[in-house]
C-alpha cells in the first residue's frame, strides 16, 4: 500500500527539507515531498517570484493527490494549486499564512504593506546588510541557511514581489486549517479572515515557525491523520 503524499511549500526563511526540520519524522508514515520555489536553490542564480510557476510545481508534486503543508509566503502557492487543482488536496495546513492579496484592504495589512513599500522603494540607497536586515525583520526571519552569502540572500530578497499582488482566490470545498503563532497581528488578520470563508483557525503560541515546536508539529500530524480518516 502506497503512503498519503504531503508536499511542503516553504515561506522566505530557508527552502526544501531544510525548512521543516521537525516535519521529517512524517516520512516515516507519508510520502513527503520538500519542495523549493523559485529562485530558491544553493546553485542556480536567484529570481524573481513566480506565482503561476510555484503553484504548478505543487500541482505536479501532489501527483495523484495528498495534502499540502505551506509556511508563510508558501501559503500563496499552495492556496493557488488548491484552486486550480481541488480535487487533488485532500486538505490543507497553513503556517502563518502571508495571503496579503485577501487582505489589503484591513488594517494589519495596509499597515504592512506600506512598510514594505517603503523598503523597496530605499532599496538602491541600502547594502546588501542593511537591506536584508529590515527586510528579515518585516519577514519575521529569525536565522537564514548558514551555507548561503549575505549578498545571495540580498539578491533574493530584492527579487521578491509583494503578497498583495498574488492572484488569490479562496479555496472551494478543500479542508482547511491555519496554525498561527498569536504574536502578530498581521498574521491573525489573515487567519480571522480565512476563518470567515470556513478555514479552522488554531493559535499555538509560539512565533513565526510554529511547526518547529514540538506542539506545533504534534498539531501537523495530528490535523493530516484526521483528514485521512475523514477520507477512508
Not at 526563511?13 to 510520502?31: E, I, M, R, V
Not at 489573515?190 to 470556513?198: D, H, I, R
Request: hydrophobic letters at 45%.
Amino acid at each position: 500500500m502506497s503512503k498519503t503524499r504531503i508536499v511542503f511549500v516553504h515561506g522566505m526563511d530557508g527552502y526544501g527539507a531544510a525548512a521543516w526540520p521537525a516535519q521529517h519524522f512524517l516520512a516515516g508514515n507519508y510520502d513527503c515531498l520538500f519542495i523549493k520555489r523559485t529562485g530558491f536553490n544553493a546553485v542556480e542564480p536567484p529570481a524573481a517570484t513566480d506565482f503561476g510557476k510555484d503553484a504548478r510545481l505543487v500541482i505536479d508534486e501532489l501527483g495523484d493527490g495528498g495534502h499540502v503543508v505551506a509556511h508563510a509566503q508558501g501559503a500563496i502557492a499552495a492556496m493557488m494549486a488548491a484552486v486550480q487543482r481541488p480535487d487533488l488536496v485532500r486538505s490543507l495546513v497553513l503556517l502563518e499564512p502571508l495571503l496579503l492579496s485577501l487582505t489589503a484592504e484591513l488594517p494589519a495589512t495596509a499597515a504592512y504593506s506600506v512598510q514594505l513599500g517603503e523598503l523597496f522603494a530605499h532599496a538602491k540607497e541600502l547594502s546588501d546588510n542593511e537591506f536584508l536586515s529590515e527586510f528579515n525583520t518585516l519577514m519575521a526571519i529569525a536565522a537564514t541557511p548558514g551555507t548561503e552569502t549575505v549578498r545571495r540572500l540580498a539578491a533574493r530578497a530584492r527579487l521578491q514581489l509583494p503578497s498583495t499582488q498574488a492572484p488569490l482566490h479562496i479555496v472551494p470545498g478543500v479542508p482547511t486549517t491555519v496554525i498561527t503563532g498569536g504574536w502578530e497581528p498581521l498574521y491573525e488578520e489573515v487567519a480571522q479572515y480565512l476563518g470567515t470563508t470556513g478555514a479552522r483557525h488554531i493559535i499555538q503560541r509560539s512565533g513565526h515557525r510554529p511547526q518547529d515546536t514540538a506542539g506545533g508539529a504534534a498539531l501537523i500530524e495530528e490535523i493530516l491523520r484526521a483528514a485521512d480518516a475523514r477520507t477512508a
